[in-house]
């Protein structure tokens, strides 16, 4: 698992260094129309969403306590590529949205850059309790000595330790989620008060 943990990552690592080199490097980019930069970029744009939706996967399962984190991460480079392609869309002479989308895409490689720094640093050190129960699984792989009763107690504490601290990240999530919730319905309240005032 971490070894193509490790192979996915240098995988967007190489996508990316290819779109910084053939597409945001060079004044001759800033003159491509919305539709010849879109075409150009498209399918690399495409296969990065795809790996960093893999390397999610990953990254929750490594280091479940961090899983806010990586969402967050995660959000905000779709938002960013959602970005660039809309604004080849926007209403706009061709040489401002080839312009503009440009800024936005070398945005999203800025940001799948610190996404992959995140990766290796997760994938060198993982949550103790995931560390462990990867190194049983390759020990009853090789020839490596049998797992015993003594390993086996000290990591089902760790596990128990995961499970507590999954669950209180779930009550958290609940508990904004209600917060969210109740503040949107004054807000529409406030909202719809004030339009009836003015009527």
Same mark, same amino acid.
């Given at each position: 698992?971490?070894?193509?943990?490790?192979?996915?990552?240098?995988?967007?690592?190489?996508?990316?260094?290819?779109?910084?080199?053939?597409?945001?490097?060079?004044?001759?980019?800033?003159?491509?129309?919305?539709?010849e930069l879109w075409g150009?970029?498209?399918?690399?744009?495409?296969?990065?969403?795809?790996?960093?939706?893999?390397?999610?996967?990953?990254?929750?399962?490594?280091?479940?306590?961090?899983?806010?984190?990586?969402?967050?991460?995660?959000?905000?480079?779709?938002?960013?590529?959602?970005?660039?392609?809309?604004?080849?869309?926007?209403?706009?002479?061709?040489?401002?949205?080839?312009?503009v989308s440009i800024d936005?895409?070398?945005?999203?490689?800025?940001?799948?850059?610190?996404?992959?720094?995140?990766?290796?640093?997760?994938?060198?050190?993982p949550s103790e309790v995931?560390?462990?129960?990867?190194?049983?699984?390759?020990?009853?792989?090789?020839?490596?000595?049998?797992?015993?009763?003594?390993?086996? $107690?000290? #990591?089902?504490? *760790?596990? /128990?330790?995961?499970?507590?601290?999954?669950?209180? !990240? =779930?009550?958290?999530?609940?508990?904004?989620? $209600?917060? #969210?919730?109740? *503040?949107? /319905?004054?807000?529409?309240?406030?909202?719809?008060? !004030? =339009?009836?005032?003015?009527?």
């Amino acid at each position: 698992m971490i070894h193509r943990f490790g192979n996915r990552i240098d995988e967007l690592e190489g996508v990316l260094r290819e779109i910084a080199i053939d597409i945001t490097t060079g004044t001759f980019v800033d003159r491509l129309s919305p539709e010849e930069l879109w075409g150009k970029t498209s399918e690399r744009v495409s296969l990065v969403s795809d790996l960093i939706d893999e390397l999610k996967e990953y990254l929750f399962i490594l280091k479940p306590e961090s899983v806010p984190t990586f969402q967050r991460h995660v959000t905000g480079i779709h938002e960013r590529l959602d970005v660039f392609q809309e604004t080849l869309k926007m209403d706009a002479d061709d040489e401002h949205r080839s312009h503009v989308s440009i800024d936005e895409l070398r945005q999203a490689l800025v940001e799948i850059s610190d996404f992959i720094i995140l990766c290796r640093e997760t994938r060198e050190n993982p949550s103790e309790v995931i560390n462990e129960i990867l190194t049983l699984r390759e020990n009853q792989a090789t020839d490596a000595p049998p797992v015993t009763q003594d390993k086996m $107690g000290p #990591l089902g504490d *760790l596990l /128990k330790g995961a499970q507590a601290s999954h669950g209180k !990240l =779930k009550e958290l999530h609940a508990e904004i989620g $209600g917060q #969210l919730e109740a *503040l949107k /319905k004054e807000y529409d309240e406030l909202y719809f008060g !004030l =339009k009836k005032k003015e009527e």
